[in-house]
């Protein structure tokens, strides 16, 4: 595989400006989604940023996402607030959700709101994390676009990989921040052992006897594996019921499986607590406490095979401060894929 | 073992309510604190109800637990309080968290409170449960009262089994109860093995050069494992963030083996979120919405080796009627050291 050639933030962030605002989404909404797709890639979250670009287009030219959404406040008390959709590209649905419940923590200490008649809106850490700049914890949690997850013991796969994110400010360390799927393996990284015809360690998926599948190319006769058996399908159950059901968003058998099909309404839900550390304490002493618990684990002598203890949070960090550098990757497939687009829209290609 | 004999779950409480008061705890604190212990008897959680009742008391003559505590809010805003239980048994401080989050979500929609200078308070899944009545969900957290889990690739064990719970109400269907810790077995779980002189199974624990460590009399020797590696690592940190550190209570080093040590004071934090579904729908329609999705997942094929499917909180459902019908169990080893506990309180016997 050649090496991938590098773009600066902000010429991703306006190539995808442009085709948003060529395929008729209104400019401040593009502005909005471009800003935030960028921010996954530069955060090393690639296939969740420019990547996912094609995909929405096509799903809007396919009548299965509104170009013009108008966003609603369905209900609201002064702790939370649920914000709908409208079908429309789900960062804005989510980033209005993470406005509202940070204005509303930093009166009432903490708020939550979330979502319904969303859709995909890129990695869950993106959102968790902007709570930080207002000194402010954030919790994420969403409704998966897919359901490869069955329940414990079972072979239905009424479950996605829901995953949980969560900030939290520090003083000099970097942030931390926990990103994670319920399952021991996201859909996407045994898309990548397929790519690159490499067998999958046991324990990301079993088949339908519930022996190991090792052979990425066989995935579909199998399924994924949740973290720690029970607990983690205990743990995709209770996101999906807190990010979906709650807020009247498909969950279980209502999911569409968005990479199968453009046209049909996901009414995705999504979901995020702010909590002003304010409200609890001093915040230079939290930020102080937290640094110091990273440096006792920091500290801590490495098992063998293991050079240095990592936070959650520390190779998003390294890989932005990179990207921030030298620009973000795009690999030539993906660049390929970006031209196609680009030209089909009349926009500039990306290089 | 004989089989072991059973009590009335008022009989438990009331014995429980006659050593606390006679160890010198006030009345209505002894009131709480003793429904509280049977509570998660009835519900099968016997490693956190009675079976911690000498080691309770024998913390309060040791001077680390205050008898009693004036139970104070140390921060508090629309929608968060911060409780600090005085060093009291855990139970008070976390139960008037929970009352306090409860009234504060029924006008806010929303609400989290904390807790600090708290002691070990029993099974989490007995606070979650509270909010039901009310129709709300609830979310507990806390920080685990002894180090069994190094952070992921090292061997200082810095971090708690720190568990979850999540309960959600249903209609017609058992409600959710979601109670695990974020290690893919509890500590409890490896001193049953070792009582047993039975082996463990592979994936509980490692020692310290990362091989697994599958005798349970070496069980100081090792580590607990993490489920899924580094997310239930991350897991455990994140929740010992939130129900620790940001109340200003102890976690990571701070944490005092309350096994080891009877005397120091343990700053134990916990805290709880309330959530009130009438603020973002209407509750049957919730309500029936879960229903259905335990339906679905209940309906699912099962795997070779599986009979039915499982909802959490199904298997102490049937704990607790059984229970309810025939009685709570109490092992004679536990019973035996019940008298000796009675007899030196001056109170009688529990059977």
Redesign the interface.
Known sequence: MSEPQRVSQAALQSFIYNCLVAEDIPPDDAAVVSRLMAEADVNGSDGHGVFRLAQYIERIQAGGMNRRPQLTVV?E????A?VDGDNGLGHLAVNRAVEIAME??A??????A?TRMSNHAGPAGLYARMPLRKDM?GIYMAVGNANHL???????M?LSTNPIA?A?PTKSETP?V?D?ATT?AAYGKVKTKAQRGEPMPEGWM?D???QPLTDPQRADEGFLLP??G???Y??A??F???AG????AA???AVIDFNADSKSTTNTGQMI?A???E???DVDA?KE??D??IV??R????????D?????GERAHSVRLDNEARGIPVHGALLEKLHVLADSLGVERLL
Do not use: E, H, Y
Not at 107 to 112: K, N, P
Not at 150 to 156: C, E, I, L, N, Q
């Open positions: 209900s008390r002064a702790a939370m649920l509303k923590a009166t009432t200490g903490v708020a939550w979330g914890i069955p329940p414990w013991g079972g072979t239905d009424l969560v939290v931390i926990l994670m021991v079993i339908r006897m519930g973290i720690g029970p607990k983690g205990g743990l159950l209770i999906g019921l807190l059901t709650l807020n009247g969950f279980g058998k607590i909590v002003s550390v409200a609890f304490c939290f406490a937290v110091q618990v006792d684990i500290s801590s002598p490495t098992l063998p095979g293991f240095s203890i990592r936070l959650p």
